[in-house]
C-alpha cells in the first residue's frame, strides 16, 4: 500500500509533536535524545495498534488535539486520560480502536496526568535524522520540520491498511498506571550528594514538592525548601554530562529534574530518578506534588530486571 495520507490535524493543541524513543548517541555533539517523556505508555500504544514499540507517534501535552481520519486506520490513546472521544463517543484507553475515514478524534479536558500518546497503525512517516523521527523544538529538526503541529497538518501513514487486524487489543487493566496529583519517585542518591549537608538531605528526602508552571520537556522545575550546598564550595560546578531524571540544585536551592531535551548541566546534583520512574515524570504537572524516597543502586536495578510488556 506504500505511505498514505491518514490524519488532518483540526486543531493541533497547545502542544503536539512527533516523537519516537528518541536520538541516541550524539550528545558528545550537544544533541539530547529529545523522544517520548512517558516512554512506558508511548511504546504500549505501539503494540496495541500492532507496530514495533518505537514507531513515532503524537505526544499530545494537556489539552488535546481535533483531527479528522483521511482513511481507515486503527488508532491507541495511552497515557494522561485527556478524556478522548470519536465523533461524540467516548473512546477507551489503552485499546487499538477502529476509526473509519471522516471520524473525528477530539479530547474534551484533561482528567488525570499530562501527556497522551496516539498511536496509528503503520506509525507516522516523517523523515529519520540522526537514527529518530523525535521532534527536537529548541533546534527545530524532527518531526515535522522540527516544530509543534499546526492546523492542516497532514499526518501520513505506511501502510495503515496492514494493521487493522490488531483492532481490540488492550492492555491488562491491572497494568494501567494511574497518575494521582501527589506523586512519590524513587531515586539513588548522587553524584554530588556529598557536596550537601545531613541536614539538606534530610530536607530533600523529607519534604513535597510542588511542579511550578515553569516545567516543560527540558526540565520539571520544583517549589519547595531550599535545599542549600555546602557553605564552603563554588556556586556552580565544571558543566558535566547528565541524563533524564537527574535532578539538579541551582543557585536558588530549588530542584530541577531533568528531562530529555538537555544533555550537559553546571548544577550539582543531590540524586537521581531510577529508571523505572522516568515515565511518571511525563505525567507529571504544574500544581502537582512530589516526594522522593530513596533506594539503593541493586533495588534500582531490580525493578527494571526482566521487565517487559504483553499485549
Known amino acids: 500500500m506504500g505511505t498514505v495520507e491518514a490524519l488532518e490535524i483540526l486543531a493541533p493543541g497547545p502542544l503536539t509533536t512527533v516523537q519516537d524513543r528518541g536520538r541516541f548517541g550524539f550528545g558528545q555533539y550537544g544533541v539530547p535524545p529529545s523522544g517520548a517523556v512517558d516512554s512506558f505508555s508511548f511504546r504500549v500504544g505501539n503494540l496495541l495498534v500492532g507496530n514495533k514499540e518505537d514507531e513515532a507517534s503524537l505526544e499530545i501535552t494537556i489539552i488535546g488535539p481535533k483531527i479528522v481520519a483521511l482513511i481507515d486506520t486503527l488508532i491507541a490513546i495511552t497515557g ?54 523525535s521532534t527536537n523544538l529548541a533546534a527545530q529538526f524532527g518531526g515535522l520540520e522540527g516544530r509543534s503541529l499546526r492546523k492542516g497538518d497532514i499526518i501520513s501513514s505506511d501502510s495503515p ?116 520512574d522516568l515515565p511518571l515524570l511525563g505525567q507529571l504537572k504544574p500544581g502537582d506534588t512530589v516526594n522522593f524516597r530513596k533506594v539503593s543502586t541493586d533495588e534500582a536495578y531490580k525493578t527494571v530486571q526482566g521487565w517487559s510488556i504483553n499485549i
Open 80 to 133: 494522561a486520560d485527556l478524556q478522548p472521544k470519536v465523533n461524540k463517543t467516548p473512546l477507551e484507553m489503552w485499546r487499538s480502536h477502529f476509526l473509519k475515514k471522516g471520524d473525528v478524534l477530539s479530547f474534551k479536558g484533561p482528567k488525570s496526568g499530562c501527556r497522551a500518546y496516539l498511536s496509528i497503525g503503520g506509525g507516522i512517516s516523517v523523515q529519520t535524522i540522526m537514527g529518530s523521527k
Open 161 to 276: 491498511a496492514r494493521h487493522l487486524k490488531a483492532v481490540g487489543r488492550s492492555l491488562d487493566k491491572a497494568l494501567i498506571p494511574s497518575y494521582p496529583k501527589n506523586q512519590t519517585l524513587r531515586v539513588i542518591s548522587g553524584p554530588q550528594d556529598d557536596h550537601f549537608s545531613a541536614k539538606a538531605k534530610e530536607i530533600f528526602l523529607g519534604s513535597p514538592f510542588q511542579l511550578t508552571p515553569q516545567s516543560d520537556r527540558t526540565g520539571i522545575r520544583l517549589a519547595g525548601p531550599h535545599i542549600e550546598a555546602k557553605k564552603n564550595l563554588d556556586k556552580s560546578i565544571i558543566s558535566e554530562g547528565v541524563m533524564p531524571g537527574t535532578i539538579q540544585i541551582p543557585g536558588d536551592a530549588q530542584p530541577i529534574i531533568i528531562l530529555g531535551e538537555t544533555v550537559t548541566g553546571g548544577y550539582r546534583k543531590v540524586a537521581t530518578v531510577i529508571s523505572a
